[in-house]
């Protein structure tokens, strides 16, 4: 079921959640993410989702495992955060969570009813639009909010342009 998104109620404002990964088309999300964000007087989440089968193997150092994934997640976010900073000029929110990204996703959409908005970028591999763009498009059609895909094809003067 869908709840109601509180993005237009007085004293809310519109998030745009952008999902932070390895792959090379993150930046592109980020980058549209923030520029509407900053445009429509809204603001910015990235999210971490640490894939917590990860450990499961590795009782014996599953703690050591999982801070240092924590670490990685922590100066990642650091990283990207520092970039909007600097490029867009707005401070974005930044969401560190553990499991199934698209679960979790769906988790944080769910608990923050700010969000109104979810950016990814598309890759331009021969396999696909990537893991993410594929498994979300695949249940666009009950998602509780839109989906803007970007192509990762786009400069960041061309996104400029379009928001």
């Given at each position: 079921m869908v709840s109601t998104r509180l993005s237009s109620t007085e004293?809310?404002?519109r998030k745009f959640l952008a999902v932070i990964d390895e792959t090379p088309e993150c930046s592109r999300a980020v980058?549209?993410?923030g520029r509407r964000a900053k445009h429509s007087g809204g603001a910015l989440v990235l999210l971490y989702v640490i894939p917590d089968g990860d450990?499961?193997?590795?009782?014996?150092?599953?703690?050591?495992?999982?801070a240092e994934a924590r670490a990685?997640?922590?100066a990642t976010l650091a990283k990207i955060a520092q970039s909007v900073r600097e490029t867009i000029g707005i401070e974005p929110e930044m969401?560190?969570?553990?499991?199934l990204a698209t679960e979790q996703i769906n988790k944080l959409i769910d608990e923050d009813r700010d969000i109104a908005i979810l950016v990814l970028a598309a890759g331009s591999a021969k396999d696909g639009p990537g893991p993410l763009v594929a498994?979300?498009?695949?249940?666009a059609a009950?998602?509780?909010?839109p989906v803007t895909v970007i192509p990762d094809a786009l400069t960041d003067a061309e996104i400029d342009a379009l928001t």
């Amino acid at each position: 079921m869908v709840s109601t998104r509180l993005s237009s109620t007085e004293g809310h404002r519109r998030k745009f959640l952008a999902v932070i990964d390895e792959t090379p088309e993150c930046s592109r999300a980020v980058h549209y993410a923030g520029r509407r964000a900053k445009h429509s007087g809204g603001a910015l989440v990235l999210l971490y989702v640490i894939p917590d089968g990860d450990f499961q193997q590795w009782l014996g150092v599953e703690g050591i495992m999982r801070a240092e994934a924590r670490a990685e997640a922590e100066a990642t976010l650091a990283k990207i955060a520092q970039s909007v900073r600097e490029t867009i000029g707005i401070e974005p929110e930044m969401v560190i969570r553990e499991g199934l990204a698209t679960e979790q996703i769906n988790k944080l959409i769910d608990e923050d009813r700010d969000i109104a908005i979810l950016v990814l970028a598309a890759g331009s591999a021969k396999d696909g639009p990537g893991p993410l763009v594929a498994s979300i498009a695949g249940k666009a059609a009950a998602f509780p909010i839109p989906v803007t895909v970007i192509p990762d094809a786009l400069t960041d003067a061309e996104i400029d342009a379009l928001t």
